[in-house]
T-cell receptor, first 115, second 115 residues
Framework: DTGVSQDPRHKITKRGQNVTFRCDPI?????LYWYRQTLGQGPEFLTY????????KSRLLSDRFSAERPKGSFSTLEIQRTEQGDSAMYLC?????????????FGSGTRLTVV | DQQVKQNSPSLSVQEGRISILNCDYT??????FLWYKKYPAEGPTFLIS?????DKNEDGRFTVFLNKSAKHLSLHIVPSQPGDSAVYFC??????????????FGQGTILTVHP
């Protein structure tokens, strides 16, 4: 297993365009999280899946954001009508238990730049 | 409301000496505390965690201390090595209820270890 994979690593898009990111978690992990990190800040929680069910969404996730995890495997995060304020690193993490001892494995992230 | 705070934006240490990174929190419901290390353009890498029922956890050169009464934890790195230079994030986990195991991160501390 190669850990959590995210694609693409970098994305530059024009304001108003739609973008989609993909996350492939560790195969046996049933919990998947999306976070967003801006410069000088720690990662902020966006949304959480247990298997295919999206159980929680942060108020940071406006209606322009949508996430899916079909079949409880990979997940996608789509941003519609991108704004410059969406520029950030988008991180995906997966976990088996949701407890602290397994550390939550993060992917390398997708760096989004909206111009 | 910043529930997890790292008040030192940066720390500079000589190789071989001890690095002490600090973290304060406000939510007494947190069950686990985790430390992550992050290099530029990569996702956070899990270092060490501690349960709220313990006051110390050690793993090689890394030791985390938890003072629940003060709502304070610290990460000690001994001896510090130049390869430890990175951003260190403190994170807290409320494993119960409707929090679904999501992590709340501090702002990070940039550690620089000089040869």
């Amino acid at each position: 297993d190669t850990g959590v994979s995210q694609d693409p690593r970098h994305k530059i898009t024009k304001r108003g365009q739609n973008v989609t990111f993909r996350c492939d978690p560790i195969s046996e992990h049933n919990r998947l999280y999306w976070y967003r990190q801006t410069l000088g800040q720690g990662p902020e929680f966006l949304t959480y899946f247990q298997n295919e069910a999206q159980l929680e969404k942060s108020r940071l996730l406006s209606d322009r954001f949508s996430a899916e995890r079909p079949k409880g495997s990979f997940s996608t995060l789509e941003i519609q009508r991108t704004e410059q304020g969406d520029s950030a690193m988008y991180l995906c993490a997966s976990s088996l238990s949701g407890q602290g001892e397994d550390g939550y494995t993060f992917g390398s992230g997708t760096r989004l730049t909206v111009v | 409301d910043q529930q997890v705070k790292q008040n030192s934006p940066s720390l500079s240490v000589q190789e071989g000496r001890i690095s002490i990174l600090n973290c304060d929190y406000t939510n007494s419901m947190f069950d686990y505390f985790l430390w992550y290390k992050k290099y530029p353009a990569e996702g956070p890498t899990f270092l060490i965690s501690i349960s709220s029922i313990k006051d110390k956890n050690e793993d090689g050169r890394f030791t985390v201390f938890l003072n629940k009464s003060a709502k304070h934890l610290s990460l000690h790195i001994v001896p510090s090595q130049p390869g430890d230079s990175a951003v260190y994030f403190c994170a807290a986990l409320d494993a119960g209820g409707t929090s679904y195991g999501k992590l709340t991160f501090g702002q990070g501390t940039i550690l620089t270890v000089h040869p």
